[in-house]
């Protein structure tokens, strides 16, 4: 599955087939919600098909974005006769705009409420298919614990950046956002912009309390300095954390309160990280110079 710009989704079943691509887009562009030049993105990991993409609200399919023979009948961008709808997105919270499952509307409070707050991060619980974490643009923290209800109406969310023990989060951009595989409640989440123009640090470890709803949140931002961070990801296995900056990719290792650079990349824009816990392997992915993979101790 891919994007373009704007909620703009296709899908393949065809491997490297360059003509294989459906295009499931059609529910998305027609919520007419606002969303990111580039929408965020989270497969499933323990649901075969199950795909989530964040607008104003977060939306699902469990099936790849329909049924495949449909989809190439009907919807292939070079063959199809785009007769049917094509896609089958399904917005989680109910369809309403400003109703319980729009995060950008007023109620989840009537800070950084409007259309402009929409979704930039998405991250699903590697081993909990009911667990998932969402934030929006100008800073509001969301968990799901029942994100794979199978009515998407009745999904809900819980807002946790206002109420986290230590104070308020930052009311900016959160880039990213890295969840403990063996608990799915522990995240490291991870903000762009500056403290100068919107007070708070750039990286917080956060835990949710599923009990008692409550969330804490220590600032882990150490010796980054006033920087945008633009994505992380958390090597659960080492305790290492690397965060994706606008000169290239810093490491913090285990119980360091210093960040370091890392070598093999030149000083680009890195807006994408993923650590294959598996391989070892942390791929990064820049604004113009490609991706670049190091393996990792």
């Known amino acids: 599955m891919h994007t373009y710009y704007n909620p703009q989704v296709d899908v393949t079943f065809r491997g490297s087939d360059p003509s294989g691509w459906d295009w499931i887009g059609d529910p998305l562009l027609g919520s007419r919600e606002t969303s990111s030049f580039y929408i965020p993105m989270e497969g499933d990991r323990t649901a075969a098909g199950s795909v989530y993409v964040g607008l104003q609200h977060v939306w699902r399919t469990t099936d790849n974005g329909g049924d495949q023979a449909t989809l190439d009948q009907h919807c292939n961008e070079f063959t199809g006769d785009f007769s049917i709808t094509c896609g089958d997105w399904q917005p989680l919270g109910g369809s309403s705009l400003n109703g319980p499952g729009d995060l950008s509307g007023t109620t ?5 409420a409007g259309a402009g707050n929409y979704v930039v991060a998405l991250t699903h ?6 667990i998932l974490w969402a934030a929006t643009r100008r800073g509001r923290l969301f968990i799901s614990t029942d994100a794979n209800a199978a009515d998407p109406s009745s999904v809900t969310f819980t807002r946790l950046d206002q109420s986290a023990v230590g104070g308020p989060l930052p009311t900016r951009f959160i880039s990213g956002i890295s969840v403990d595989p063996k608990d799915p409640y522990h995240a490291v989440v991870s903000y762009s912009g500056y403290s100068a123009y919107a007070a708070g640090g750039h990286l917080y ?3 949710y309390d599923p009990a008692t709803k409550q969330i804490t949140a220590k600032d882990i931002s150490a010796d980054v300095g006033d920087q945008p961070l633009t994505a992380v990801a958390y090597d659960w296995r080492t305790g290492a954390i690397y965060a994706g900056t606008d000169w290239g990719v810093l490491v913090q290792p285990a119980g360091s309160n210093h960040w370091l650079t890392t070598d093999g990349m030149p000083q680009v824009a890195v807006y994408g990280l993923t650590l294959d816990e598996f391989s070892h392997r942390l791929y990064a992915a820049t604004h113009g110079r490609g991706w670049y993979v190091n393996r990792i101790n």
Not at 108 to 112: E, H, I, K, L, S
Not at 125 to 130: S, Y
């Open 108 to 112: 989840y409070g009537t800070d950084n």
């Open 125 to 130: 619980a590697q081993r909990r298919t009911n």
């Open 205 to 207: 470890d956060v835990r």
